[in-house]
């Protein structure tokens, strides 16, 4: 069975630009969520989906972060434009029930110039 | 906001050696968990604990949870050189959202 798989692995941008990281969830999971762990810092929850419904987006850091997940199946999160303290680690994570066991992503390692 | 401190941040014993991490929190969580995670790699789950004094154990690895699901510890015994890598604690509540702790980076010396 395929786990997380996300896309691409590494990204480096210049300040400013636009982003779009990919995530792939075990098929047949509902829960998709979406965590960021910055430089000397713990990793943080940004938002989880349930199919494609945001059901928690409280640690989404701005209005610049727009993640989707039309359809249900794979979820996508838009980073635009991106500042320097963006950069980062940006795992996706999925599960059957919401609070049971979370497959996680490799994640994007996403460096901002 | 929650928040879960974890100590130590880093540790380096011998081989054979026994150690304990520790995560600690004023808030209370639905359930516990502990992950590991290799370079370039996401965490991957060892182990939930749930009820409040529950002790799991896995081959070398004993998971505690505080009576008052405020706090956890991860004891190894007679570490391996293979038990080096990144160890973390993550409080869960209802809604799946997870609380981590910072991190303890191990490293076991042959």
């Known amino acids: 069975e395929a786990g997380v798989t996300q896309f691409p692995s590494h990204s480096v941008i210049e300040k400013g630009q636009t982003v779009t990281l990919r995530c792939d969830p075990i098929?047949?999971?509902?829960?998709l969520y979406w965590y960021r762990r910055v430089m000397g810092k713990e990793i943080k929850f940004l938002l989880h989906?349930?199919?494609?419904?945001?059901?928690?987006e409280s640690g989404m850091p701005n209005n610049r972060f727009l993640a989707e997940r039309t359809g249900g199946t794979y979820s996508t999160l838009k980073v635009q434009p991106a500042e320097l303290e963006d950069s980062g680690v940006y795992f996706c994570?999925?599960?059957?029930?919401?609070?049971?066991?979370?497959?996680f992503g490799s994640g994007t390692q996403l460096s901002v110039l | 906001t929650q928040l879960l401190e974890q100590s130590p941040q880093f540790l380096s014993i011998q081989e054979g050696e026994n150690l304990t991490v520790y995560c600690n929190s004023s808030?209370?969580?639905?359930?516990l968990q502990w992950y590991r995670q290799e370079p370039g790699e996401g965490p991957v789950l060892l182990v939930t604990?749930?009820?409040?004094?529950e002790v799991k154990k896995l081959k070398r690895l004993t998971f505690q949870f505080g009576d008052a699901r405020k706090d956890s510890s991860l004891h190894i015994t007679a570490a391996q050189p293979g038990d080096t890598g990144l160890y973390l604690c993550?409080?869960?509540?209802?809604?799946?959202?997870?609380?981590f702790g910072q991190g303890t980076e191990l490293s076991v010396k042959p």
């Open positions: 994570a999925s599960s059957f029930y919401p609070g049971q066991k979370l497959f």
């Open positions: 098929s047949g999971h509902d829960n």
């Open positions: 989906f349930v199919k494609e419904s945001k059901q928690d």
């Open positions: 808030s209370v969580f639905s359930s």
């Open positions: 604990v749930v009820t409040g004094g």
């Open positions: 993550a409080g869960g509540n209802q809604g799946g959202k997870l609380i």
